[in-house]
């Protein structure tokens, strides 16, 4: 049974920026339309925006994305137990705003309350990790993971053995520097995955490397035309499987 969530709490959980954004466009999702709801579940409202942008510029002219942003926790998730403890919270943004959505987007790569919520709305529901994983495995193809959070990388192998693709998954690699303070130098970010992309590819044999990260979003636009193998930026991976679940 749906959680049912009150306006006046939905503006406690989402933030009131958030929530006037999904309200502004209220209203039953027209056939001429489709709008998507991208949930960032970390508390950085920049992020949800910087992230709403990448997944709009991927989609159609028809499609909306709107975005909500968690309203507790790390500005950025960096462990497991952040990533564990948001995602009851993505279940109650997804749940008390679903009405108002065709689809769902979980914007954060351990895909926090992915199984929860898909069992809790009647609508699609898309993790960046999945996504991203399935299009880098497409045909078989071995596939690398480059991210800058150390202490998460049990949960991308995790993550790739419960989509079944253990077998194609070479490892995650990851930058040394602080993820918080590489973030926050978008020059130095892109350099730094550079060069993890390139060992996954040159040490791991990957066909395929993802960034790994909602936050990566913009680094990861950048790196994709900088090897000769396909780098998949996971935002997008995700609004191209969403619109393939949507339009069905």
Not at 10 to 32: E, H
Not at 46 to 75: N, Y
Not at 91 to 102: F, I, N, R, Y
Not at 148 to 157: E, G, H, K, Q, Y
Request: aromatic share 2%; with cysteine; proline share 7%.
């Amino acid at each position: 049974m749906r959680t049912l969530i009150s306006r006046r709490h939905l503006l406690a959980v989402t933030g009131a920026t958030a929530t006037a954004g999904l309200m502004a466009s209220r209203g039953p999702v027209s056939a001429a339309g489709t709008r998507i709801l991208l949930i960032n579940p970390n508390t950085n409202k920049t992020t949800t925006d910087m992230m709403v942008g990448i997944a709009q510029s991927a989609a159609p002219g028809d499609i909306e994305i709107v975005g909500a942003t968690a309203p507790r926790g790390p500005l950025m998730i960096v462990d497991p137990e952040a990533l564990a403890a948001s995602a009851p919270q993505v279940v109650e943004l997804g749940v008390g705003l679903a009405k108002d959505a065709s689809g769902i987007i979980i914007s954060a790569f351990g895909d926090p309350g992915w199984a929860d919520l898909r069992r809790e709305v009647g609508i699609p529901v898309v993790g960046i990790a999945e996504a991203a994983m399935l299009a880098a495995s497409d045909n078989g193809r071995r596939f690398g993971v480059a991210t800058t959070t150390p202490m998460l990388v049990a949960s991308i192998d995790a993550r790739a053995a419960e989509l079944g693709l253990a077998k194609l998954y070479t490892g995650t690699r990851v930058t040394t520097e602080d993820p918080n303070k590489l973030v926050a130098d978008p020059g130095r970010l892109v350099e730094a995955l550079r060069e993890v992309v390139a060992s996954c590819i040159e040490r791991d044999k990957a066909g395929a490397v993802i960034i790994g990260g909602g936050p990566l979003g913009n680094a990861a636009i950048a790196l994709t035309p900088m090897f000769s193998i396909p780098v998949i930026a996971p935002i997008p991976a995700a609004v191209h499987r969403m619109l393939g679940l949507v339009r069905k």
